[in-house]
């Protein structure tokens, strides 16, 4: 798998992250850049962690799966971000209030449930011809940069970016998993 491609999931994967960061900055009464940067740095493990444990969960089946691994891949990424645009065309009202307050706790679910698509990336990652440890990191990576630059447009814009960066991520996700098909049955070389 190219570089390109495992960033474009990387992206992707980290959308949900950005947008709950946008959120976040958009709820603080005065930027602070020590919870920006602990925002981030959880989200980018949590994302970064959960890959390698659905990789090691998939690598673990691999070989019952390698004859339809390709279509698991499509249909694991298409339900991602199926889900990921549905969740953004579907999003509630914003309720929370504005606080200088960092809830640890709070955070910690946070990140755990953004990173539910990143386990089931790892699943999928397992059947693909990828080094884990340079995916995990480039996820990991990622997603920390664009949480912590979440975090400072929310603060300084507001959360209109969030939609469409939910969007982004679904369309990119679906988008990668039709290309795993199309290379596999020889449609693309």
């Given at each position: 798998?190219?570089?390109?491609?495992?960033?474009?999931i990387?992206?992707?994967?980290?959308?949900?992250?950005?947008?709950?960061?946008?959120?976040?900055?958009?709820?603080?009464?005065?930027?602070?850049?020590?919870?920006?940067?602990?925002?981030?740095?959880?989200?980018?493990?949590?994302?970064?962690?959960?890959?390698?444990?659905?990789?090691?969960l998939?690598?673990?089946?691999?070989?019952?799966?390698?004859?339809?691994?390709?279509?698991?891949?499509?249909?694991?990424?298409?339900?991602?971000?199926?889900?990921?645009?549905?969740?953004?065309?579907?999003?509630?009202?914003?309720?929370?209030?504005?606080?200088?307050?960092?809830?640890?706790?709070?955070?910690?679910?946070?990140?755990?449930?953004?990173?539910?698509?990143?386990?089931?990336?790892?699943?999928?990652?397992?059947?693909?011809?990828?080094?884990?440890?340079?995916?995990?990191?480039?996820?990991?990576?990622?997603?920390?940069?664009?949480?912590?630059?979440?975090?400072?447009?929310?603060?300084?814009?507001?959360?209109?970016?969030g939609?469409?960066?939910?969007?982004?991520?679904?369309?990119?996700?679906?988008l990668?998993?039709?290309?795993?098909?199309?290379?596999h049955?020889?449609?693309?070389?």
């Amino acid at each position: 798998m190219s570089f390109w491609a495992l960033f474009l999931i990387a992206l992707g994967v980290s959308a949900d992250a950005f947008a709950v960061a946008l959120g976040k900055g958009l709820h603080m009464t005065r930027f602070n850049a020590r919870h920006a940067v602990v925002i981030a740095v959880t989200f980018g493990a949590f994302q970064a962690l959960m890959p390698l444990l659905g990789w090691l969960l998939g690598s673990t089946f691999a070989q019952y799966i390698a004859p339809f691994d390709h279509w698991v891949a499509f249909g694991l990424l298409a339900l991602i971000g199926g889900k990921m645009l549905y969740e953004a065309f579907s999003s509630s009202e914003d309720d929370e209030k504005d606080t200088d307050r960092l809830n640890l706790r709070e955070l910690a679910v946070l990140a755990i449930a953004t990173s539910i698509d990143a386990l089931a990336v790892g699943v999928t990652l397992a059947f693909l011809p990828v080094s884990i440890g340079w995916a995990i990191l480039l996820i990991g990576v990622t997603t920390t940069v664009l949480t912590f630059v979440g975090v400072l447009v929310g603060r300084r814009v507001g959360a209109r970016f969030g939609k469409p960066a939910e969007i982004a991520g679904g369309v990119i996700l679906i988008l990668i998993g039709v290309n795993i098909v199309l290379e596999h049955t020889g449609v693309l070389g």
